[in-house]
C-alpha cells in the first residue's frame, strides 16, 4: 500500500493515484448465490428495529489487533462496536430484530461501485446503536453480512439496558 492518505467526504473514498472499484453487487437484502446465511435462529415473534451506523475507516498498524467486537449499553440503547480489516471502498448497513430478550444486529456490507480506491486492506470501525429498547438484560448477537459470502456470527454478548431514553 502507498503512502496515500485516505480521505472520506460524504460516503466517497477518494485516494490519490486510486483505481477504480467496480461492483455489480445485488441488493443488500440479496441473499449471496448458493450461501445459506449462517446467523443464528430467533423465534416467530421478533420486532424490527432501526440501527444507526456510523463508519471510520483509516490504515492498518502494526499495533493493530483486529477483530474486536465491544457491547455496551445505556438508557434505552445498545452499542455495538466493531473494528476489523477488509478491502477498501466498503459500504455498511445495519439491521436488527429483537426476539423478547435476544437482540440480532447484522450489518451488510458491500463495495462502493462509485468510489476510487486503492488495492489493499483498511481498518473500519463500525459503531451501530440501536434505540428504543425497554429496561431489562438483552442477549445480543452481531452478525457480519458481507455480500458475495456467507454471513457469519461476529461476536456475542449480554448488556443491561437502563431505563430511559426514546
Do not use: K
Not at 56 to 66: E, I, L, M, N
Not at 115 to 124: H, P, Q
Amino acid at each position: 500500500m502507498s503512502r496515500s492518505m485516505l480521505y472520506c467526504l460524504s460516503g466517497l473514498v477518494l485516494l490519490p493515484g486510486a483505481l477504480a472499484c467496480a461492483d455489480s453487487s445485488p441488493r443488500p437484502d440479496t441473499p449471496a448465490p448458493g450461501a445459506a446465511p449462517a446467523q443464528p435462529a430467533a423465534s416467530a415473534a421478533t420486532d424490527s428495529l432501526p440501527v444507526r451506523i456510523e463508519e471510520q475507516v483509516r490504515q492498518p498498524t502494526p499495533a493493530d489487533s483486529v477483530p474486536v467486537v465491544r457491547f455496551a449499553s445505556g438508557a434505552g440503547e445498545i452499542a455495538v462496536q466493531w473494528t476489523l480489516r477488509s478491502g477498501p471502498c466498503m459500504l455498511a448497513e445495519g439491521a436488527a430484530s429483537r426476539s423478547a430478550d435476544s437482540l440480532i444486529v447484522r450489518i451488510v456490507r458491500r463495495g462502493n461501485p462509485v468510489a476510487l480506491c486503492e488495492a489493499g486492506e483498511v481498518v473500519y470501525s463500525y459503531d451501530a446503536r440501536i434505540g428504543g429498547l425497554a429496561a431489562g438484560q438483552y442477549h445480543v448477537t452481531l452478525v457480519d453480512a458481507p455480500l458475495r459470502e456467507p454471513s457469519r456470527v461476529a461476536g456475542t454478548g449480554t448488556v443491561d439496558v437502563r431505563p430511559g431514553g426514546t
